[in-house]
């Protein structure tokens, strides 16, 4: 059945591979490039009792057994823009739990915003932050008289009542939003209506995160705001008190408000005790940033991940802690060879050796799309990064030398050296690069635990990238400094500064000067290597790079290069300071100088 979805080229083609789907069930939207499309059920959904669909059952009874399966499945037509987010459609008569219908509404209503959407321009849907399930609470909240709330309350109200309810990670309004969900949704659970479901259920640890009462009240909260069977006073004094709570913690604070950025993190849920540390999943300190649930993200939460055969902690609550996600993305066109392009998702973590392990925590949090690597895009790239074929040298006995390494840039500089640009080689240069990044003089460059396998695992998997690339700098043959590039757009950097076309962001790390320090050392290499990015592709209008707001000598010695100071930005793992060169002044700066 997969081959055969893998060699489709019509929508006939899928149809007919998925007649034999059994699970799980999916509801699937095609289209191909003659103009067929397809929208329809596939799997194998038994016919039971409907006590089956909604609760957990004694499923050795009779009652309980199967009575054959659903045929046939649901489909329909395609007319005009088709979403489908997990929405309610044609899968309804199949389940009773399916996601809030504000996802797709928003991405309708996006895609019906204009016309000509391209691969390209996708991302701009599934980033989109906008968080429509917040009308609830936010029109009860409108509803509160003023005069009953303390005065900071009194404040707090208007802000929510003002912010545009966007999650965005650096608002404040959507941090203290979310802040005043939890308490509503706590406060609501401890209702004496719903108190009594408070009891663990009696189902094994690993069914609690979907039973617990907090988080199953945090997911029905936009109901119960809105419903009759809750009275109107109660869920009114509840976003009340909430919004008291929450106000009196914040001017109890230091310091100025929270971000949602700062409050809501990646805590991934996992049934069993993890076989790797999290340092190891996402690299130390380092905590992604995501985004909440009803978003186009299509992020969820659960209470505290449950370890089996240790106590369970319901908590943070329905919001902060960030739990699931989507498990994979893909953004794509259906003519052309163009790559396609992975959205944002959390998906597993995977515990097991190789760089795969690493990409759904920590780089699945970025707000960019990723190329797919294909080996069609891989023999691309490889045929488009220009290399030199460098000769080798005979040594002074005559004997032929080692064979030197293809270089991408090589320039002699007088009174200096020559110095030669070759992309990293991770196996054949993992002694070099762990000796280089776990030296305490590159505490800056994050690495300093890594061992060598992680080393190892981190470079490959930079090199697998077309929008990331890693050289090593040589002088007279002699490796001494790590530089590494990539495209801003597609990198975590690109989410805290407005990207302009024809940026691209540099990294640089100088090895140890074991013959010792030579002045303008750094300084040479730097101009050498930003010389060649800009002769290598007229389209680089500006270089980025962004060093550790603390490592002073970094960020003068870019400033004398020609850099010019940009903001300091909070990234996921360190405090950066962007700085920016412009091409012109850097080539004028350079044809001024005496050579």
Same mark, same amino acid.
């Given at each position: 059945?997969?081959?055969?979805?893998?060699?489709?080229?019509?929508?006939?083609?899928?149809?007919?591979?998925?007649?034999?789907?059994?699970?799980?069930?999916?509801?699937?939207?095609?289209?191909?490039?003659?103009?067929?499309?397809? $929208?329809?059920?596939?799997?194998?959904?038994?016919?039971?009792? @409907?006590?089956?669909?909604?609760?957990?059952?004694?499923?050795?009874?009779?009652?309980?057994?199967?009575?054959?399966?659903?045929?046939?499945?649901?489909?329909?037509?395609?007319?005009?823009?088709?979403?489908?987010?997990?929405?309610?459609?044609?899968?309804?008569?199949?389940?009773?739990?399916?996601?809030?219908?504000?996802?797709?509404?928003?991405?309708?209503?996006?895609?019906?915003?204009?016309?000509?959407?391209?691969?390209?321009?996708?991302?701009?849907?599934?980033?989109?932050?906008?968080?429509?399930?917040?009308?609830?609470?936010?029109?009860?909240?409108?509803?509160?008289?003023?005069?009953?709330?303390?005065?900071?309350?009194?404040?707090?109200?208007?802000?929510?009542?003002?912010?545009?309810?966007?999650?965005?990670?650096?608002?404040?309004?959507?941090?203290?939003?979310?802040?005043?969900?939890?308490?509503?949704?706590?406060?609501?659970?401890?209702?004496?209506?719903?108190?009594?479901?408070?009891?663990?259920?009696?189902?094994?640890?690993?069914?609690?995160?979907?039973?617990?009462?907090?988080?199953?009240?945090?997911?029905?909260?936009?109901?119960?705001?809105?419903?009759?069977?809750?009275?109107?006073?109660?869920?009114?004094?509840?976003?009340?008190?909430?919004?008291?709570?929450?106000?009196?913690?914040?001017?109890?604070?230091?310091?100025?408000? *929270?971000?949602?950025?700062?409050?809501?993190?990646?805590?991934?849920?996992?049934?069993?005790?993890?076989?790797?540390?999290?340092?190891?999943?996402?690299?130390?300190?380092?905590?992604?940033?995501?985004?909440?649930?009803?978003?186009?993200?299509?992020?969820?939460?659960?209470?505290?991940?449950?370890?089996?055969?240790?106590?369970?902690?319901?908590?943070?609550?329905?919001?902060?802690?960030?739990?699931?996600?989507?498990?994979?993305?893909?953004?794509?066109?259906?003519?052309?060879?163009?790559? *396609?392009?992975?959205?944002? *998702?959390?998906?597993?973590?995977?515990?097991?050796?190789?760089?795969?392990?690493?990409?759904?925590?920590?780089?699945?949090?970025?707000?960019?799309?990723?190329?797919?690597?294909?080996?069609?895009?891989?023999?691309?790239?490889?045929?488009?990064?220009?290399?030199?074929?460098?000769?080798?040298?005979?040594?002074?006995?005559?004997?032929?030398?080692?064979?030197?390494?293809? *270089?991408?840039?090589?320039?002699?500089?007088?009174?200096?050296?020559?110095?030669?640009?070759?992309?990293?080689? @991770?196996?054949?240069?993992?002694?070099?690069?762990?000796?280089?990044?776990?030296?305490?003089?590159?505490?800056?460059?994050?690495?300093?635990?890594?061992?060598?396998?992680?080393?190892?695992?981190?470079?490959?998997?930079?090199?697998?990238?077309?929008?990331?690339?890693?050289?090593?700098?040589?002088?007279?043959?002699?490796?001494?400094?790590?530089?590494?590039?990539?495209?801003?757009?597609?990198?975590?950097?690109?989410?805290?500064?407005?990207?302009?076309?024809?940026?691209?962001?540099?990294?640089?790390?100088?090895?140890?000067?074991?013959?010792?320090?030579?002045?303008?050392?750094?300084?040479?290499?730097?101009?050498?290597?930003?010389?060649?990015?800009?002769?290598?592709?007229?389209?680089?209008?500006?270089?980025?790079?962004?060093?550790?707001?603390?490592?002073?000598?970094?960020?003068?010695?870019?400033?004398?290069?020609?850099?010019?100071?940009?903001?300091?930005?909070?990234?996921? $793992?360190?405090?950066?300071?962007?700085?920016?060169?412009?091409?012109?002044?850097?080539?004028?700066?350079?044809?001024?100088?005496?050579?």
């Amino acid at each position: 059945m997969l081959p055969a979805l893998l060699r489709a080229r019509s929508v006939a083609d899928v149809d007919r591979a998925l007649d034999g789907w059994a699970e799980p069930v999916n509801v699937v939207l095609a289209a191909d490039t003659a103009g067929g499309t397809l $929208h329809r059920v596939a799997g194998a959904v038994p016919v039971r009792h @409907p006590d089956n669909r909604t609760r957990v059952v004694p499923a050795w009874e009779p009652r309980h057994a199967w009575r054959g399966r659903y045929e046939p499945m649901p489909r329909e037509g395609v007319e005009g823009i088709a979403v489908m987010a997990n929405q309610r459609g044609i899968a309804e008569p199949l389940g009773v739990e399916f996601a809030p219908p504000h996802r797709a509404e928003r991405i309708r209503e996006l895609l019906a915003g204009r016309a000509g959407w391209s691969a390209q321009d996708m991302p701009a849907v599934h980033r989109d932050t906008l968080l429509a399930s917040a009308a609830p609470l936010l029109d009860l909240l409108a509803r509160t008289d003023p005069g009953e709330l303390a005065p900071a309350a009194r404040r707090l109200r208007e802000r929510l009542l003002e912010w545009d309810r966007r999650m965005d990670a650096d608002s404040t309004g959507a941090a203290s939003f979310a802040a005043v969900r939890t308490a509503t949704v706590r406060r609501l659970a401890d209702h004496p209506l719903l108190r009594p479901l408070a009891d663990p259920p009696t189902a094994p640890e690993v069914f609690r995160p979907w039973l617990a009462l907090v988080p199953r009240v945090g997911y029905a909260l936009e109901h119960l705001l809105a419903t009759d069977l809750l009275p109107l006073a109660d869920r009114a004094g509840a976003v009340r008190g909430a919004v008291e709570e929450v106000a009196a913690r914040e001017a109890a604070a230091q310091g100025p408000p *929270a971000r949602w950025g700062d409050t809501h993190r990646l805590v991934p849920w996992q049934a069993l005790p993890p076989l790797l540390p999290w340092r190891v999943l996402v690299g130390p300190g380092k905590r992604p940033r995501l985004r909440t649930g009803h978003l186009q993200r299509a992020r969820g939460h659960r209470p505290q991940r449950p370890r089996l055969r240790r106590p369970l902690r319901v908590g943070p609550g329905p919001t902060r802690g960030q739990r699931l996600g989507g498990a994979a993305r893909r953004l794509g066109r259906a003519r052309g060879p163009a790559p *396609a392009r992975p959205a944002p *998702a959390v998906g597993a973590l995977r515990a097991g050796p190789g760089r795969h392990r690493l990409e759904p925590a920590h780089r699945g949090t970025r707000r960019t799309a990723r190329p797919v690597r294909t080996a069609l895009t891989a023999r691309t790239a490889r045929t488009a990064r220009p290399r030199r074929e460098v000769t080798t040298p005979a040594s002074p006995s005559g004997a032929p030398s080692p064979r030197r390494r293809e *270089a991408v840039h090589e320039t002699r500089v007088e009174g200096f050296g020559t110095v030669r640009v070759v992309p990293v080689d @991770p196996a054949r240069d993992i002694d070099l690069l762990y000796d280089w990044v776990t030296r305490e003089r590159a505490r800056f460059w994050g690495m300093l635990d890594h061992t060598r396998e992680e080393v190892l695992e981190t470079y490959e998997y930079l090199d697998s990238l077309s929008t990331h690339h890693a050289y090593l700098i040589h002088l007279d043959d002699r490796p001494v400094a790590l530089f590494q590039t990539y495209e801003p757009d597609a990198d975590p950097v690109g989410e805290y500064y407005e990207v302009r076309p024809g940026d691209f962001g540099i990294h640089l790390m100088v090895g140890p000067a074991d013959g010792g320090a030579r002045p303008g050392f750094t300084g040479t290499l730097l101009t050498v290597f930003l010389a060649h990015l800009l002769a290598e592709d007229p389209g680089r209008r500006r270089i980025v790079a962004e060093p550790d707001a603390r490592n002073e000598k970094a960020v003068s010695r870019l400033l004398r290069t020609g850099f010019v100071l940009g903001p300091e930005v909070e990234l996921p $793992h360190k405090r950066a300071r962007l700085v920016f060169l412009d091409r012109d002044a850097f080539l004028s700066r350079t044809a001024s100088r005496p050579s």
